[in-house]
């Protein structure tokens, strides 16, 4: 299995507060994507990250925002969580070039109250 | 606006018979399709993928068929097995481009003994 691991696996939080989401690597992939999956809607892609310092936005990155200092983390915020963030979140990591299989985490599930 | 469409969020197959899953796209510009395999509480799996210069790749019993003229991919398992059960994503990336992996929508497949 491909060195993923994202923190926490489950999280409760009120709405309004601050929340963070991590995804860890260890198999020094250039590209890090964070997705969110709900009924009806598949997996969206909220933010990704094309190298240290290099983010780029997705379909649904209103309400995140994401850092990456080092490539080997790269950290999900929910500025301030709304009821509508209730979602499980993952993260996935790739190569570059036509090596574009990408590698998923187990997943957070968020639930914003 | 969904690039990748997935439009039977469901699809029931006898044991040993074929299962066909469709995609579709809309951007022109992709050159790189994938499949991924989800089981619940897991995160996604990657199955098979297929280049927009090809328009077969097959891998064992899962064959992906690209039509670029038409924006539609396929994936066909036969024979198909209970362990088959699960959700399937389609997803494209440009590989040239920004490497953004976007995916479709989901279709369940129940694999009926």
């Known amino acids: 299995d491909a060195g993923i691991t994202q923190s926490p696996r489950h999280k409760v939080t009120e709405t309004g507060t601050p929340v963070t989401l991590r995804c860890h690597q260890t198999e020094n992939h250039r590209y890090m994507y964070w997705y969110r999956q709900d009924p009806g809607h598949g997996l969206r892609l909220i933010h990704y990250s094309y190298g240290v310092k290099d983010t780029d936005k997705g379909e649904v990155s209103d309400g995140y925002s994401v850092s990456r200092s080092k490539t080997e983390d790269f950290l999900l915020t929910l500025e301030s969580a709304t009821s509508s963030q209730t979602s499980v979140y993952f993260c996935?990591?790739?190569?570059?070039?036509?090596?574009?299989?990408?590698?998923f985490g187990q997943g957070t599930r968020l639930t914003v109250v | 606006d969904q690039q990748v469409k997935q439009n039977s969020p469901s699809l029931s197959v006898q044991e040993g018979r074929i299962s066909i899953l469709n995609c579709d796209y809309t951007?022109?510009?992709?050159?790189?399709f994938l499949w991924y395999k989800k089981y619940p509480a897991e995160g996604p799996t990657f199955l098979i993928s297929?280049?927009?210069?090809?328009d077969k790749n097959e891998d064992g019993r899962f064959t992906v068929f690209l039509n670029k003229s038409a924006k539609h991919l396929s994936l066909h398992i036969v024979p198909s097995q209970p362990g088959d059960s699960a959700v399937y994503f389609c997803?494209?990336?440009?590989?040239?481009?920004?490497?953004?992996?976007?995916f479709g929508q989901g279709t369940r497949l129940t694999i009926n003994p």
């Open positions: 997803a494209a990336v440009e590989i040239q481009g920004a490497q953004k992996l976007v």
């Open positions: 951007n022109s510009m992709f050159d790189y």
């Open positions: 297929i280049s927009s210069i090809k």
């Open positions: 996935a990591i790739s190569e570059s070039g036509r090596n574009t299989e990408a590698f």
